[in-house]
């Protein structure tokens, strides 16, 4: 495993984090085996964060067979995040990132060569950035006009949707095109998760109202937007299985929905029980892993 890189930047854009006021919350992140044969199941349940267990584990994304995560650290006083690759396979963890910013939201690029972050500065830019997985340089900003990004997603190798912060008008989803630089809005009023699904659409939940929000499919080809289903109350975190089907945490549970078949949820496994009744908020997966964020 290669050593860890340090990323230099100059003085007058050396910063922290700034859409994370005042203290980051205390997230686990647990990993389990799952089949999906007749009947869903978890096995070999790992708490990853128990290195942090006090601290920010969050974000977690499956990349280059290990699981890259934002983690916290005290740094020059304050408390930011860097990114940090956990090998689960041999239980070894490395710091994939070192500056005086903070990172969030690793997440692999279509080339496999490269891995994207969420660069926060103590300015309030915030940027989407494209590192190597070699580490052999130090990456570069894309969109770099883009001071508000705060989530974001890779459509294809050039195209990427980006949740843009707005507190005025509500927070926007656009896709951006980093050959052209062309920005296409998406909405307004959307959630922080932006997913892709395995057909190729772009997967979010717009946010219609205080107590209604969407799950919606956007064709990125043709434009065109489909109502897949509610969220459940108040839950805007989700992930899109191999299978293309949906999968959500709620009051203790993992639910599924499979849009081709309806649009209702259904209960797929308790789990509150292993994970002492805390909610569960981000999720990622990879053909046999899932990894679920917790707090």
Same mark, same amino acid.
């Given at each position: ?11 007058h854009i050396l910063a922290i984090q700034t859409h994370v006021v005042v203290q980051l919350p205390t997230t686990q992140i647990y990993l389990f085996d799952y089949s999906d044969d007749t ?51 041999? =239980? ?33 830019? /915030?940027?989407?950035? =494209?590192?190597?997985?070699?580490? /052999? ?42 050959? %052209? ?34 799950? =919606? ?27 293309d089907r949906l999968i959500t945490g709620y009051d203790g549970y993992l639910y599924r929905l499979e849009p081709e078949n309806g649009n209702e949820w259904e209960s797929l ?11 569960? %908020? ?14």
């Open positions: 495993m290669k050593s860890i890189f340090l990323i230099i930047f100059f003085t009947e869903f199941k978890l096995q070999n349940t790992k708490l990853l964060s128990h290195h942090n267990k006090s601290g920010y584990n969050n974000q977690p994304a499956f990349i280059d067979n290990q699981l890259y995560i934002s983690q916290s650290f005290l740094k020059y006083g304050e408390e930011q995040t860097d990114i940090v690759a956990l090998d689960y396979k041999n =239980k070894l963890k490395s710091r994939v990132t070192k500056s005086k910013s903070s990172e969030y939201s690793p997440t692999a690029c279509p080339d496999r060569k490269h891995f994207s972050v969420i660069r926060a500065f103590e300015d309030g830019v /915030q940027q989407l950035w =494209k590192l190597p997985l070699d580490r /052999q340089d130090h990456g570069d900003a894309l969109f770099a006009q883009m001071t508000n990004v705060g989530y974001h997603c890779w459509l294809n190798e050039y195209e990427v949707a980006l949740f843009l912060v707005d507190e005025e008008k509500g927070h926007e989803l656009v896709i951006g095109d980093i050959r %052209t630089g062309d920005i296409t809005h998406v909405s307004f009023n959307v959630g922080r998760c932006i997913k892709k699904s395995t057909k190729g659409n772009l997967i979010y939940v717009h946010k219609v109202s205080e107590d209604v929000w969407q799950l =919606k499919s956007r064709n990125i080809k043709t434009g065109e937007t489909f109502l897949l289903s509610q969220t459940l109350p108040k839950k805007e975190d989700f992930e899109v299985m191999p299978d496994i308790r789990i509150n029980h292993i994970i002492d009744n805390k909610e569960i %908020t981000r999720i990622a997966v990879s053909d046999d892993k899932i990894a679920l964020v917790v707090k």
